[in-house]
């Protein structure tokens, strides 16, 4: 593991790895605060990104290490997809390079190296507790493909989050044009193996060990929310399971960085209370 | 003048807008964040940006607009040149487009659109105070060489900013190879023209009406310090003048956004001590 940049920030460090993955079968970087040294070791948050991102745009657009850096929080930023020449690619912002979604891929040619949620769930937590100290405790957030990526990784993994927290996340890829998309190439046309990675499928039939606090935040200016995103499902899904989830309409809001900017101090304070409990 | 995005962000709006300019000769770009609406008008922070910058580094990477909103201060951030394909420029990243020093250019082929002091004294005042309300209190802040155009705007205008203050400014250009080669190209051979953009040498040969509180903040691990920045230069002259500037060393922190980003609401508190006076 490889340290390729490192700069003080709110008097943490802000750093960026780069590693060979054996999961992804290519090298990969992510993003690193640690905040100010304290007596205990910092608790974890897990930020996934969106679609055409890398571990670089909430690094630099959110301005997350203010309050990270108060509460005593480290954030973990992870690229979104593997990358490089050799790696499958499509030609569209949606599929591909940047849109690895948070699944294990099953079809060709995907397969043998779109497998993000082995990766998060596995190999770079290995890797990252190998060579830091943190608390233990752990949660989880993300933006619009990210935010699938959260809710799923959350609700996959009982008792490994404290709690999860999305911006505008993609709930219900099986019913959406994004999700539709993405899922049909990783996944294939039998659309049972889809619900899986379906944040309200997952919802609706996750043991009661799953229960764990959800804040979520739509802006309603957000141009992607009627046709990709309908926060409403998830809603809906939680309501019928009695499950603790907020779901927020942020009025005039958009998709944009400067919407998570404005929210991002509320999701770390949300889970401080989780966190330091 | 044409607005080409807005984003709700903390509750106010962060533009851009793009204008024909006069004094440069080509379209500019500028972006603008209004606060939210309070019973009185905000006062106006600019923000000038270093080498390689336009509108949006600060904007997208300072998280300046939270404590704007906080305070209610306006903020704007222009272009650092002349932009487009008709104009001049140079391949190297310190002169030519992305690179204008804030000054009037004398010398061939720069002086017919270079004239990035005019367009920040007169042309884009008036333009914006046309368009927008602000209370007419207004300060002035930037990076590097945005740092030195803070300094050279608010010292050659006596009585049109309540503050200024920089990150990691150059403060010297007459002595250190960044200004030397931008003067050499934009004023020419005779060094005599330089000082007039020099912010010691204004600093030296102020009137006293030209007084104004000063704020700088400067990395100590910024690798331009010792070659190009030299912030002693400028706290020398100051004391000589028994000046109000606050020089801040800062332990640690480099030449980065993720440094601004740090400092950015102690520079913001400071001005609006001033501009709410």
């Avoid at 799923?152 to 890829?173: D, E, Q, T, Y």
């Avoid at 309200?200 to 935040?217: G, Q, S, T």
Wanted: net charge negative; with cysteine; proline share 7%.
């Amino acid at each position: 593991m490889e340290k390729i940049e490192e700069h003080r920030c709110f008097g943490g460090l802000m750093q960026r790895w780069r590693h060979p993955s054996t999961t992804l079968g290519c090298p990969m970087t992510f993003s690193l605060f640690l905040p100010p040294a304290r007596e205990s070791a910092p608790p974890l948050l897990w930020w996934l990104s969106g679609l055409t991102c890398n571990d670089e745009n909430f690094t630099t657009k959110a301005g997350a290490q203010r309050m990270a850096a108060e509460l005593g929080i480290a954030l973990i930023m992870p690229d979104t997809s593997p990358r490089g020449e050799s790696i499958p690619n499509d030609a569209s912002y949606d599929l591909g390079q940047g849109a690895g979604f948070y699944l294990n891929a099953s079809e060709p040619p995907w397969a043998s190296h779109y497998r993000m949620y082995d990766y998060l769930r596995d190999e770079l937590p290995a890797l990252v507790n190998s060579h830091f100290t943190f608390s233990g405790k752990q949660a989880i957030a993300g933006h619009s493909m990210g935010g699938h990526g959260a809710l799923i990784m959350a609700l996959k993994n009982p008792g490994r989050f404290c709690s999860v927290s999305a911006f505008a996340p993609i709930v219900n890829p099986c019913q959406v044009p994004w999700g539709q998309k993405a899922f049909s190439a990783y996944l294939g046309a039998d659309e049972t193996t889809w619900r899986e990675w379906d944040s309200c499928e997952l919802l609706a039939n996750a043991p009661d060990e799953a229960r764990l606090p959800m804040l979520v935040d739509q802006g309603d200016a957000d141009t992607f929310l009627a046709e990709q995103l309908q926060p409403a499902q998830l809603a809906e899904a939680a309501r019928s399971r009695d499950w603790p989830l907020e779901l927020r309409i942020q009025h005039g809001y958009d998709h944009s960085y400067y919407f998570i900017a404005s929210f991002i101090e509320e999701h770390l304070r949300f889970h401080a209370g989780y966190l330091f409990k």
